[in-house]
């Protein structure tokens, strides 16, 4: 099989400068990305954003002059406003994580002694409960719980 070669007038070397007439041309404008409807947009506004900062910084050297003079006439007050934050703000806030670190096991010790109490508690008052029901009235009756209520009230207290 020979092969040709392919001539300038070939549909594949068409170097004409009007696209093409398809029906997906119009269509195109219709589904392409938000972010490429957005590129234009974006690119003018980092360029804007370039320029202000330029301009900005080109202003901010001509005071530049005037930022150590600031300085050397606001130091009595920053070291002052340091000096009431360390007092009102830094210094409280210091002592209290170390008072808090420092009662951090009493705080748990007692915390797990009270859960535990409580857990205690409950488990032998159930068992308690179940030990009077099953001991204390052996009979059963037909409404054994309003029974069991009428019983209790008549018990008189035992004097020791």
């Given at each position: 099989?020979?092969?040709?070669?392919?001539?300038?007038?070939?549909?594949?070397?068409?170097?004409?400068?009007?696209?093409?007439a398809?029906?997906?041309?119009?269509?195109?404008?219709?589904?392409?990305?938000?972010?490429?409807?957005?590129?234009?947009?974006?690119?003018?506004?980092?360029?804007?954003?370039?320029?202000a900062?330029?301009?900005?910084?080109?202003l901010?050297?001509?005071?530049?002059?005037?930022i150590?003079?600031?300085?050397?006439?606001?130091?009595?007050?920053?070291?002052?406003?340091?000096?009431?934050?360390?007092?009102?703000?830094?210094?409280p806030y210091?002592?209290?994580?170390?008072?808090?670190?420092?009662?951090?096991?009493?705080?748990?010790?007692?915390g797990?002694?009270?859960?535990?109490?409580?857990?205690?508690?409950?488990?032998?008052?159930?068992v308690a409960?179940?030990?009077?029901?099953?001991?204390?009235?052996?009979?059963?009756?037909?409404?054994?719980?309003?029974?069991?209520?009428k019983?209790v009230?008549?018990?008189?207290?035992?004097?020791?």
């Amino acid at each position: 099989m020979t092969t040709r070669p392919m001539s300038s007038s070939s549909p594949l070397f068409n170097t004409a400068t009007t696209p093409p007439a398809t029906p997906f041309v119009s269509m195109e404008s219709e589904y392409t990305a938000p972010l490429v409807k957005a590129l234009p947009y974006l690119k003018a506004g980092f360029s804007f954003s370039y320029q202000a900062s330029i301009y900005f910084l080109q202003l901010a050297r001509r005071f530049m002059v005037f930022i150590p003079i600031l300085v050397y006439l606001l130091a009595p007050f920053t070291v002052f406003i340091g000096y009431i934050g360390h007092i009102f703000i830094f210094a409280p806030y210091s002592t209290l994580v170390y008072l808090l670190d420092a009662v951090h096991p009493l705080y748990v010790f007692c915390g797990v002694a009270c859960l535990t109490g409580v857990l205690v508690g409950y488990i032998g008052r159930t068992v308690a409960r179940l030990l009077v029901g099953a001991f204390a009235y052996p009979e059963a009756s037909e409404d054994a719980s309003t029974d069991v209520v009428k019983r209790v009230e008549k018990l008189e207290p035992v004097e020791l």
